[in-house]
Protein backbone atom coordinates (compact mmCIF):
# COMPACT_ATOMS: atom_id res chain seq x y z
CA UNK A 1 0.00 0.00 0.00
CA UNK A 2 0.85 3.43 -0.45
CA UNK A 3 1.14 6.49 2.47
CA UNK A 4 1.78 9.60 0.74
CA UNK A 5 4.83 8.41 -1.61
CA UNK A 6 6.52 5.52 0.17
CA UNK A 7 5.13 2.11 -0.59
CA UNK A 8 4.49 -0.07 2.36
CA UNK A 9 4.38 -4.09 2.92
CA UNK A 10 1.68 -5.14 5.72
CA UNK A 11 3.61 -7.00 7.63
CA UNK A 12 0.83 -8.05 10.17
CA UNK A 13 -2.72 -7.76 10.64
CA UNK A 14 -5.66 -8.61 12.95
CA UNK A 15 -9.14 -6.80 13.77
CA UNK A 16 -7.84 -4.55 15.82
CA UNK A 17 -4.35 -3.21 14.48
CA UNK A 18 -2.50 -3.06 11.31
CA UNK A 19 1.74 -2.97 11.23
CA UNK A 20 3.37 -1.94 7.69
CA UNK A 21 7.22 -2.53 6.44
CA UNK A 22 8.62 0.40 4.19
CA UNK A 23 9.88 -1.58 1.41
CA UNK A 24 12.66 0.56 0.76
CA UNK A 25 13.66 1.06 4.10
CA UNK A 26 12.46 -1.94 6.13
CA UNK A 27 14.04 -0.56 9.64
CA UNK A 28 11.12 1.74 9.53
CA UNK A 29 7.65 0.50 10.15
CA UNK A 30 3.89 1.96 10.93
CA UNK A 31 1.38 1.02 12.92
CA UNK A 32 -2.13 1.88 12.96
CA UNK A 33 -5.40 1.24 14.08
CA UNK A 34 -7.68 -0.19 12.07
CA UNK A 35 -10.03 2.72 11.87
CA UNK A 36 -6.65 4.85 11.08
CA UNK A 37 -5.33 2.29 8.41
CA UNK A 38 -8.75 2.16 6.28
CA UNK A 39 -8.52 5.78 7.16
CA UNK A 40 -5.28 5.91 4.58
CA UNK A 41 -6.34 3.34 2.07
CA UNK A 42 -9.25 5.62 1.02
CA UNK A 43 -6.85 8.82 1.21
CA UNK A 44 -4.84 7.24 -1.67
CA UNK A 45 -6.62 5.96 -4.62
CA UNK A 46 -3.29 3.20 -5.41
CA UNK A 47 -4.68 1.63 -2.67
CA UNK A 48 -7.94 0.53 -4.30
CA UNK A 49 -7.07 -3.10 -4.94
CA UNK A 50 -6.35 -3.70 -0.81
CA UNK A 51 -9.72 -2.36 -0.21
CA UNK A 52 -11.65 -5.59 -1.30
CA UNK A 53 -9.13 -8.03 0.30
CA UNK A 54 -10.36 -5.57 3.47
CA UNK A 55 -13.75 -6.19 2.72
CA UNK A 56 -13.24 -10.11 1.88
CA UNK A 57 -11.45 -10.58 5.49
CA UNK A 58 -14.27 -8.76 7.06
CA UNK A 59 -16.49 -11.19 5.39
CA UNK A 60 -14.82 -14.24 6.28
CA UNK A 61 -14.92 -13.00 9.82
CA UNK A 62 -18.31 -11.95 10.13
CA UNK A 63 -18.73 -15.80 8.92
CA UNK A 64 -16.88 -17.66 11.68
CA UNK A 65 -17.47 -15.69 14.67
CA UNK A 66 -19.11 -17.62 17.37
CA UNK A 67 -22.48 -19.04 17.83
CA UNK A 68 -24.23 -18.05 20.20
CA UNK A 69 -24.56 -19.51 23.39
CA UNK A 70 -27.53 -21.42 23.97
CA UNK A 71 -29.89 -24.34 25.25
CA UNK A 72 -32.09 -27.04 24.82
CA UNK A 73 -33.61 -30.00 26.52
CA UNK A 74 -36.18 -32.96 26.38
CA UNK A 75 -37.16 -35.58 27.51
CA UNK A 76 -36.34 -39.20 25.79
CA UNK A 77 -38.58 -41.12 27.67
CA UNK A 78 -40.25 -41.17 30.77
CA UNK A 79 -42.43 -43.89 33.02
CA UNK A 80 -44.09 -41.15 34.40
CA UNK A 81 -47.30 -40.03 32.54
CA UNK A 82 -47.26 -36.48 33.17
CA UNK A 83 -45.14 -36.15 30.31
CA UNK A 84 -47.84 -37.67 27.43
CA UNK A 85 -51.21 -36.60 26.33
CA UNK A 86 -54.53 -38.82 27.32
CA UNK A 87 -53.54 -40.97 23.89
CA UNK A 88 -50.11 -41.60 25.62
CA UNK A 89 -48.47 -39.61 23.30
CA UNK A 90 -45.30 -36.86 23.64
CA UNK A 91 -46.91 -33.67 25.25
CA UNK A 92 -44.89 -32.23 27.40
CA UNK A 93 -41.11 -33.74 26.28
CA UNK A 94 -39.87 -30.71 24.90
CA UNK A 95 -39.61 -27.71 27.36
CA UNK A 96 -37.18 -24.91 28.34
CA UNK A 97 -34.26 -26.27 30.14
CA UNK A 98 -35.81 -23.98 33.46
CA UNK A 99 -38.90 -25.65 33.00
CA UNK A 100 -37.03 -29.39 32.85
CA UNK A 101 -35.11 -28.26 35.78
CA UNK A 102 -37.98 -26.83 38.14
CA UNK A 103 -40.34 -29.54 36.33
CA UNK A 104 -38.59 -32.73 37.80
CA UNK A 105 -37.65 -31.24 40.91
CA UNK A 106 -41.55 -30.85 41.81
CA UNK A 107 -42.11 -34.00 40.13
CA UNK A 108 -39.15 -35.95 42.15
CA UNK A 109 -40.42 -34.48 45.76
CA UNK A 110 -44.23 -35.22 45.02
CA UNK A 111 -43.18 -39.11 44.14
CA UNK A 112 -40.74 -38.94 47.08
CA UNK A 113 -43.25 -37.86 49.59
CA UNK A 114 -46.18 -40.18 48.16
CA UNK A 115 -44.53 -43.81 47.33
CA UNK A 116 -44.84 -44.86 50.50
CA UNK A 117 -48.76 -44.32 50.84
CA UNK A 118 -49.31 -47.55 48.95
CA UNK A 119 -52.76 -46.48 48.44
CA UNK A 120 -51.75 -44.22 46.03
CA UNK A 121 -50.42 -46.23 44.04
CA UNK A 122 -47.32 -43.93 42.77
CA UNK A 123 -45.12 -46.99 42.67
CA UNK A 124 -41.03 -46.56 43.99
CA UNK A 125 -39.63 -44.01 41.23
CA UNK A 126 -40.28 -43.43 37.42
CA UNK A 127 -37.37 -43.88 35.07
CA UNK A 128 -37.06 -41.17 32.73
CA UNK A 129 -34.21 -40.54 29.94
CA UNK A 130 -33.30 -36.82 29.32
CA UNK A 131 -30.58 -34.89 26.63
CA UNK A 132 -28.82 -31.41 27.00
CA UNK A 133 -27.93 -29.89 24.35
CA UNK A 134 -26.02 -26.93 24.60
CA UNK A 135 -23.25 -24.30 23.13
CA UNK A 136 -20.82 -22.47 25.33
CA UNK A 137 -18.37 -20.29 24.32
CA UNK A 138 -19.40 -21.06 20.68
CA UNK A 139 -18.54 -25.03 21.61
CA UNK A 140 -21.36 -27.47 21.58
CA UNK A 141 -21.73 -29.58 24.31
CA UNK A 142 -24.15 -32.76 24.60
CA UNK A 143 -25.02 -34.69 27.78
CA UNK A 144 -27.93 -37.64 28.05
CA UNK A 145 -28.28 -39.18 31.13
CA UNK A 146 -31.30 -40.78 33.49
CA UNK A 147 -32.86 -38.73 36.09
CA UNK A 148 -35.03 -41.03 38.62
CA UNK A 149 -38.33 -39.32 39.66
CA UNK A 150 -38.99 -40.06 43.23
CA UNK A 151 -35.57 -41.18 44.69
CA UNK A 152 -35.21 -37.99 46.40
CA UNK A 153 -32.06 -36.53 44.84
CA UNK A 154 -33.68 -32.97 43.72
CA UNK A 155 -34.28 -31.42 40.77
CA UNK A 156 -31.92 -31.93 37.50
CA UNK A 157 -29.10 -29.37 38.89
CA UNK A 158 -28.61 -31.36 41.74
CA UNK A 159 -28.72 -34.62 39.81
CA UNK A 160 -26.01 -33.53 37.41
CA UNK A 161 -23.99 -32.11 40.21
CA UNK A 162 -23.90 -35.69 42.18
CA UNK A 163 -23.10 -37.16 38.86
CA UNK A 164 -19.68 -35.17 38.39
CA UNK A 165 -19.22 -35.43 42.08
CA UNK A 166 -19.06 -38.70 41.95
CA UNK A 167 -17.29 -39.91 38.53
CA UNK A 168 -14.35 -37.24 40.00
CA UNK A 169 -14.39 -38.64 43.00
CA UNK A 170 -10.93 -40.64 43.51
CA UNK A 171 -12.77 -43.30 44.86
CA UNK A 172 -14.72 -43.70 41.38
CA UNK A 173 -14.49 -47.58 40.95
CA UNK A 174 -14.31 -46.80 37.27
CA UNK A 175 -11.22 -45.04 37.62
CA UNK A 176 -9.16 -48.27 36.86
CA UNK A 177 -11.10 -49.37 33.92
CA UNK A 178 -10.33 -45.79 32.13
CA UNK A 179 -6.85 -46.08 33.52
CA UNK A 180 -6.28 -49.91 31.54
CA UNK A 181 -7.76 -48.30 28.54
CA UNK A 182 -4.75 -46.05 28.45
CA UNK A 183 -3.67 -42.71 29.89
CA UNK A 184 -4.73 -40.76 26.90
CA UNK A 185 -8.09 -42.17 27.28
CA UNK A 186 -8.02 -41.49 31.28
CA UNK A 187 -6.93 -37.79 30.69
CA UNK A 188 -9.50 -36.87 28.12
CA UNK A 189 -11.98 -38.93 30.29
CA UNK A 190 -11.13 -36.68 33.51
CA UNK A 191 -10.70 -33.29 31.35
CA UNK A 192 -14.04 -34.32 29.60
CA UNK A 193 -15.89 -34.58 33.56
CA UNK A 194 -13.98 -31.36 34.71
CA UNK A 195 -15.12 -29.36 32.14
CA UNK A 196 -18.99 -30.44 32.82
CA UNK A 197 -18.46 -30.15 36.20
CA UNK A 198 -16.47 -26.26 35.87
CA UNK A 199 -17.97 -25.23 33.11
CA UNK A 200 -21.14 -26.83 31.85
CA UNK A 201 -22.51 -26.93 35.66
CA UNK A 202 -22.31 -23.36 35.99
CA UNK A 203 -24.38 -22.49 32.46
CA UNK A 204 -27.06 -24.95 33.80
CA UNK A 205 -27.22 -22.82 36.94
CA UNK A 206 -27.37 -19.81 35.12
CA UNK A 207 -30.93 -21.09 33.52
CA UNK A 208 -33.16 -21.80 35.52
CA UNK A 209 -35.03 -19.07 36.51
CA UNK A 210 -38.78 -19.62 34.96
CA UNK A 211 -40.22 -16.94 32.68
CA UNK A 212 -43.58 -16.22 32.76
CA UNK A 213 -44.65 -18.63 29.81
CA UNK A 214 -42.56 -21.60 31.78
CA UNK A 215 -44.83 -20.94 35.07
CA UNK A 216 -47.85 -21.05 32.77
CA UNK A 217 -47.00 -24.37 31.42
CA UNK A 218 -45.83 -25.59 34.77
CA UNK A 219 -49.27 -25.31 36.32
CA UNK A 220 -51.21 -26.46 32.94
CA UNK A 221 -48.95 -29.64 33.37
CA UNK A 222 -49.64 -30.23 37.30
CA UNK A 223 -53.62 -29.13 36.12
CA UNK A 224 -53.47 -33.00 34.08
CA UNK A 225 -52.62 -34.73 37.55
CA UNK A 226 -55.92 -36.09 37.78
CA UNK A 227 -55.02 -38.10 34.75
CA UNK A 228 -51.75 -39.47 35.44
CA UNK A 229 -52.77 -42.77 37.50
CA UNK A 230 -55.69 -43.80 34.83
CA UNK A 231 -52.77 -43.43 31.99
CA UNK A 232 -50.26 -44.82 33.85
CA UNK A 233 -52.96 -48.12 34.11
CA UNK A 234 -53.45 -47.90 30.46
CA UNK A 235 -49.93 -47.82 29.76
CA UNK A 236 -49.09 -50.87 31.77
CA UNK A 237 -52.22 -52.39 30.04
CA UNK A 238 -51.30 -51.12 25.98
CA UNK A 239 -50.72 -54.49 23.87
CA UNK A 240 -46.46 -54.50 23.62
CA UNK A 241 -44.72 -54.61 20.35
CA UNK A 242 -44.19 -57.64 18.75
Not at 59 to 84: C, M, N, R, V, W
Not at 92 to 120: I, M, P
Not at 188 to 209: A, N, Y
Amino acid sequence: MYIGADKYEISDFNENAVSLRNVEFPLFGKEYSRADFEEKLRENPANDHLKTVITEKQETETLTEEKPDSITFSIGFSEHPAFYDRQLNDRFTDLSFALGNGLLGVLDEKQHRERLDKSKGVGWYKKTDFEISAVIGGEDFHYEGRFDIGDGEGDLIAHIKNFYDYFLSPNCPFIPEWKRQGEDYYREKIESLRFGRDVFLPFLEQHTELTPEDEKLLTEIMATEADWNRKAKDKEQAPKPS
